[in-house]
């Protein structure tokens, strides 16, 4: 029986990640440990419908020739994220080719990648990269029956379809409820079963472990979008020009420089710290650190550099916020070892008084008791 229901944990718990990561991964628009490809660009690497690990660009550290990589295009398949192999690397950039293609992306207009771009590496062991079989057409498939099915019912009722993003949103927030329910479900099964007695003497009982946990997830969820959402990479398209200048700052004259203000806005109530840092050589951003309290804006010069030759080419910058929970010394050593270590950081400091208060004042049982009161009743017409 253990076995059995350490099998079962395992199950859910993988199902629980795959659902997690696709669903971010959709959500924020960039792969989150999972994804997959759509078309055949990277055969046999990976076939149409495959899935890869995919690890965060913050996590994969430099990118080098030969890595697998998922960037936001500028010009393939309408900007929409592409995975691709690095062939190259330039002073500019990345140049990229799908393994099945005979030219690179660079030759059909696209820019070199530069690490704004880049959203994540696919993972490789022993040079290859894992790859997940029909993944993404298991997903996918899902995706058209859902379609489907929410425009059927839209179509008899009358209702204003919903759109793909908010169809997930819902289908999402569903299955984490449904899943919760069914933990809690099948735990109080098990425990029925092991002792039919014990049962009816803790029928109405709910662990408060379990809500305590919920607790914390939802409050260090809510925590992380307030900091993730509004932040974010800025890529601006240069155009290398013999001209003179243009109102346009982003088209610049021949190795010269032009500069714009960029305006970070905090529209919360917590306090929050904000950095912009460049993320390719030819932009730069002063001053790269703004504290702002509770609804407050502050202004950063962004100046961009054109290349000595005339063409178009890519500049990024990602700016990382973080909700003043703690000293703000403390974050930014945090930051300095790696943008998502003030991440976990303040979500600690946000949800250890949560369990503290808990352990101190939620008394010695682990068990909160749901009390029913038994009603008479006699037969009249109010009853």
């Avoid at 959203?119 to 498939?141: C, D, I, S, Y």
């Avoid at 098990?190 to 049962?199: F, G, L, N, T």
């Avoid at 003179?244 to 905090?266: K, L, Q, R, W």
């Avoid at 503290?356 to 009603?375: E, H, K, M, Q, Y």
């Amino acid at each position: 029986m253990r076995f059995k229901r350490f099998a079962e944990y395992t199950v859910a718990f993988v199902l629980v990640v795959l659902v997690v990561s696709l669903g971010l991964g959709y959500v924020l628009g960039q792969p989150v440990l999972l994804a997959y490809v759509e078309t055949g660009s990277m055969e046999p690497t990976l076939e149409a419908g495959d899935g890869f690990v995919a690890v965060p660009a913050a996590l994969a550290g430099d990118v080098e020739q030969g890595d697998v990589v998922t960037f936001k295009a500028e010009e393939l398949h309408g900007g929409a994220p592409t995975t691709h192999r690095v062939v190259d690397v330039h002073e500019n950039g990345y140049i990229t080719q799908g393994d099945a293609n005979p030219f690179t992306d660079q030759s059909r207009n696209e820019p070199p990648v530069t690490d704004g771009q880049v959203k994540a590496v696919a993972l490789q062991v022993n040079g290859e990269v894992v790859r997940l079989p029909h993944l993404g057409t298991g997903v996918m498939a899902l995706q058209d029956g859902m379609q489907t099915v929410e425009g059927t019912i839209a179509g008899i009722f009358g209702w204003q379809r919903l759109g793909s993003t908010e169809l997930t949103y819902l289908l999402f927030g569903g299955g984490v409820i449904l899943f919760g329910a069914s933990l809690l479900a099948g735990e109080g099964n098990r425990d029925r079963s092991a002792s039919r007695e014990r049962s009816r003497d803790r029928s109405g009982v709910i662990d408060s472990r379990y809500l305590l946990i919920a607790c914390v997830v939802l409050l260090c969820a809510g925590a992380t979008a307030a900091m993730v959402m509004p932040a974010g990479t800025e890529s601006y398209g240069i155009v290398s020009t013999e001209g003179s200048g243009s109102a346009n700052p982003t088209i610049i004259p021949v190795g010269e420089t032009d500069e714009f203000e960029y305006t970070v806005h905090n529209g919360g109530i917590v306090p929050i710290v904000s950095y912009l840092e460049p993320r390719s050589g030819g932009i730069e951003t002063q001053p790269e650190q703004h504290r702002m309290a509770a609804n407050q804006s502050a202004n950063s010069t962004v100046t961009l550099h054109a290349d000595d030759d005339t063409g178009y080419h890519v500049e990024s910058m990602t700016e990382y916020r973080y909700l003043l929970v703690l000293p703000p010394r403390i974050i930014d050593s945090l930051y300095v070892v790696h943008p998502w270590v003030p991440y976990l950081a303040v979500n600690t400091v946000i949800g250890a008084p949560l369990v503290v208060f808990w352990r101190l004042f939620g008394g010695t049982s682990d068990r909160i008791r749901l009390r029913r009161r038994a009603r008479s009743r006699t037969g009249g017409f109010f009853d």
